[in-house]
């Protein structure tokens, strides 16, 4: 091989910070000559993708309602990967918090007052911490595997989802869509700036990956996290209990999805649909390590990939860009991000100048 | 229940079975090397996508499993030199691979949506082939045929064969492996790239086989299972036949009991059965004693040799 | 290029260095065949970056390494045993849940059936005098066992030059024995032997030729039999030996820590149970607890420590309260604090920084954190306060754990603990794989907080160690604590036959004095 890795003596932060960028980066310049080689028009796909919701003012508040369930999602499952809980079914515990929220909506539906919306947020919250605490129980009493039954249930998650829209939850009066009946104005969240689209669930966003960065930085808990993910001999020495972390982990992961979810659906949605799973629980987990796993790096994580998203609407229609061309983009932005972590740790010496990611 | 009936259970059960036996063959040999590849999703549908897309161009079946096979590889080896050479964590990767595969595959596959192939059915004449009971004998694919020979061929290649031997050691001890001097990387390398090429050959399965058609996301969550049939079959190739069969048999379910008339259970609980079902497997496999032997000790952990 | 030469091997001015450190700076010596050559030097002095050079495992920047007259590279430890080099490491190179048989074809290079191998296996175990079963897992196996695994696999190539990596360290004193007749019957066929080791008693007793290293530089050559142990120490830490400045004592105060009859179960496939364990210590006093590694000293440290709470509250007693369903952050609350032996990921958590390895474990006594939160502003201070008093050479508070060496990053997790001044301080290991110098303080530190009326438990696989600090020790074999003996009345002999399991009654104490010896 051409490049040499030499171990730093301390892992260096400015690279720690750096390499998201340089990820970021590689992704549009190796993204744009894979599509040319595909037959697209690989620099215009790049710069619609992540130029032109930057520059086009009124695609901010798009950028503003995507980015809020990824960053809520991510703040949840970055806890739990810094813990080395590894819930990848956060689309499951997003879709389960979404229902459980629509339930407390279907049950109301002739209600008013105040009081529908945090009811249907705690709901929310609920259902999913519920839903991650199957993984969490069979984790801590009979160590299975997170990762394998967490994601097994998002594919329960899903049908329960398509039997309520074609059975119990389908609206009496919606010509037999398999849809749940538009909430009322007391179980949608009210927009916060007028005449856009961008809802109160956007600055909680925000907020709470605010206050889950003082939390993680200052308190105990945080370092309990800390601890058990990077030493758990250590952190058993420490008095932390794994088990509890685990349990702790789980149900802040499905309870931040839940509430995106049902922040989602009286959101965007205004009802349920059987549309509602759109791949957010997924592409928070590259939200969570495009941000470090730190909440302030994952609100911008959670930008860059909203930017990724609605530059991919704006490419589907701008240039017949495939869907799936945005999916393409963000798995590589994660590639890239794996790639370059090596240089937190480890120094480059090049023998000759030669990039490593030209392979893929 | 006719002979019919039970003949057409059987052949659906292991028809449905094939292709995460494939895909778990592969993921075995790569865990005892050490390494965890989360990845199989991601690789079966590029061997999917590929191997509908040159068999529709080209008409070789044969072919379409070659190519399909070495582009699945090809995306192992992207993993593998994340992983192994540098050192990323490979659970993040693995998923990172999956969700690359499902955007690859459905970037490549949009063209053939609702295009057809004919089926790559048993080589075997007619007159075995579907025969009325012989065809349980006869019938199937020459994947499904493939797969039973490749479970002999691992099962006789760890236990027997030096480099099997070779390969356990690098999974038991990374470090003791190398202080010998055997190439830890250069093992796993090997490893990853076998469990690349049968995701390949797992995901033609589907494409050419069971459907065959190309839709986005055709083997919906089938990878995920293969991996925990692994576990269930506690890293040994014959209990991983076994599982891949009790597995086939619980996600054919739904055809079954729509066949038998059962109209009153729910089809989309039909639906999450497999997905349930693999949990409560786990559940029940966890409880037996020293699960954790079984095992390699250095799955997924990181090896960077000193020089 | 070949030459008339005595010598099995030469090497003239090898050097190898890594990021920050020489580890090996010109190093020369040649071993004769037959010779039984002593590489002698402390954890640091870069003994075992040469043997890796010379087994292949790692390449020597500078210089060259002649076999029988010839200059070669060895380029991987294949080459190496084709020349006929035969390794047996210090961390054994085996694999757990395989047979010893397997483990020992992983070690062969050419193809060879397994009847055939076995066959072979049992003649070199009969003309050694070897024992092993060739079908036992070696995760059941004991240390001296698995070290036996080694040794067969290297004599089984036919080793004109043997290597061994710190070969004793986790045996018995009669395993030894046995491994020095070995040893020497080996020698007699004309195979050189490279001994590694710090031990000089050892060395004395074994050695044909010594060369002695120190901060990976040649510091002497000697024939260790015309030299004294205090000489030859001397040469190797390369300065005078300090003396740990401990009285003898026949009075201590209260019982403070008292162990009543504790059992606990083996945990997972590996584990070893414990089976009632008793024994008290009184404030002032040192008890060392002795054996050979994975005999239950890991398990006995965590129950003790509250790491493995047990159901019986009753069966561990801290200054007459009952503790052991305590948890151990409420142990440390009532005054025991604890030293795991492995430091790397128990006692530290090596990628975070020194002052938040001081929240760890002193958040509680030191007062570093309120209601759940962290003050950070004090855990530096406490950080500092250990660095100092403790001379932790750092770049400070922040620095990872993990870029300290690890003799000073012993001193740190030995300081954190006994600032926090505990009533009871549990040490395992204390000075494992620690210099010279850092094993002295952190040995007077010890004495000094039993000397303000701490009771405290040393774990040691280094008896050496037990006998300069210990006041009373036990053996601990197969999860069993022996009956508790004077440490100036107890024999190495009789210690030597508890650590083996034989628990015989104790011959009449006339050899004490002269098994006193500390060095």
Known sequence: MLIELEKRKEPSQAMLYLTPVIAVLATMFVGGILFSLIGHNGFAAVREIFITPLIDTHKWQDLGIKAAPLILIAVGLSIGFRANVWNIGAEGQYIVGGLAGTGIALLTWELEGWWILPLMCIAGVIGGGLYASIPAFLKTKLNVNEILSSLMLTYAAIQLLYYLMRGPWKDPEGFNFPQTRLFNDSQILPEIIPGTIVHLGVPLAFLIAIIAWFVMSKSIFGFQIRVVGSAPAAARYGGFSAKRTIWAAMLIGGGFAGLAGIFEAAGPFQQMVPQFPTGYGFTAIIVAFLGRLHPIGIILGGLVLAVSYVGGEIAQTSLGLPNAAAGIFQAMMLFFLLATDILVKYRLKLNLAKQAGDAS | MSDTIIISIIMTVIGASTPILLAALGELVVEKSGVLNLGIEGMMLIGAVVGFAVTLTTGFHLLGIVIAMFASTLSAMLFAYLTLTLTANQVATGLALTIFGIGISSLMGEPYVGKTIEIFSSWFPASLAEHPQLRVIFGYSPLVYVSLALTFGVSYFLKKTRAGLILRAVGESDISAHSIGYSVIGVRYAAVAFGGAMAGLAGCYFSLVLTPLWSEELTAGRGWIALALVVFAAWKPSRLLLGAYLFGAIMTLELHAKAAGFSFIAPELLAAMPYLATIVVLALISLRKSSGLAAPACLAKPFKPST | MTEQTDYRIELNAVTKSFPGVLANDRVSFAIKPGEIHALLGENGAGKSTLVKMIYGIMQP???????????????????????????????????????????????????????????????????????????????????????????????????????????????????????????????????????????????????????????????????????????????????????????????????????????????????????????????????????????????????????????????????????????????????????????????????????????????????????????????????????????????????????????????????????????????????????????????????????????????????????????????????????????????????????????GEPSASQDQAENAHAH
């Open chain 3, 61 to 503: 920047d500078e210089g060259e390494i002649r076999w029988e007259g010839e200059a070669i590279k060895v380029a991987n430890p294949k080459a190496a045993r084709k020349l006929g080099v035969g390794m047996v490491f210090q961390h054994f190179s085996l694999f757990e849940a395989m047979t010893v048989l397997e483990n020992i074809a992983l070690g062969m290079d050419a193809k060879i059936s397994q009847n055939l191998l076995e066959d072979k296996i049992r003649e070199v175990m009969d003309v050694y005098g070897l024992k092993l079963d060739p079908h036992r897992i070696v995760s059941t196996l004991s240390v001296g066992e698995r070290q036996r695994i080694e040794i067969v696999r290297a004599l089984l190539l036919n080793p004109q030059l043997l290597i061994m990596d710190e070969p004793t360290s986790v045996l018995t004193p009669q395993e030894v024995a046995q491994l020095f007749e070995t040893l020497r019957k080996l020698s007699a066929t004309g195979c050189s032997i490279l001994y590694i080791s710090h031990k000089l008693h050892e060395i004395k007793e074994l050695c044909d030729q010594a060369t002695i290293l120190r901060g990976g530089k040649v510091v002497g050559e000697c024939d260790p039999k015309q030299e004294t142990s205090k000489s030859m120490a001397e040469m190797m830490i390369g300065g005078d030996l300090k003396q740990i400045e401990k009285e003898v004592k026949t009075e201590f105060g209260e019982p403070r820590f008292i162990v009543d009859n504790l059992s606990q179960d083996g945990e997972g496939d590996f584990g070893v149970a414990l089976s009632d364990i008793s024994f008290t210590v009184r404030a002032g006093e040192i008890f060392g607890i002795a054996g050979v590694a994975g005999n239950g000293q890991n398990e006995l440290l965590m129950a003790l420590s509250g790491e493995t709470p047990s159901l019986n509250a009753e069966t561990i007693k801290l200054d007459g309260k009952s503790v052991a369903d305590q948890t151990i952050l409420q142990r440390r609350k009532h005054g025991l604090c604890a030293v795991p032996e492995e430091r790397n990921g128990h006692a530290a958590v090596v990628d975070f920084s020194l002052s938040d390895n001081a929240i760890l474990t002193a958040r509680d006594r030191m007062n570093l954190s309120n209601n759940g939160m962290i003050k950070h502003a004090q855990a530096r201070k406490y950080t500092k306060d250990v660095i100092s008093t403790f001379g932790v050479k750092t770049t400070g508070d922040a620095s990872p754990a993990g870029s300290l060496s690890g003799g000073n990053l012993q001193k740190f997790v030995v300081g954190r603990e006994i600032m926090q001044k505990p009533d009871v301080l549990l040490i395992s290991q204390p000075t494992w794989g620690v210099d010279a110098g850092a094993a002295a303080a952190i040995h007077q530190a010890i004495v000094d907080l039993a000397d303000n009326g701490s009771a405290i438990i040393v774990i040691s696989q280094d008896l050496d160690e037990l006998l300069a600090i210990c006041d009373e020790m036990a053996v601990i074999n197969e999860g069993r604590l022996s009956k508790t003996l004077k440490v100036g009345e107890a024999s190495v002999d009789e210690i030597g036959l508890l650590m083996g399991g034989i628990h």
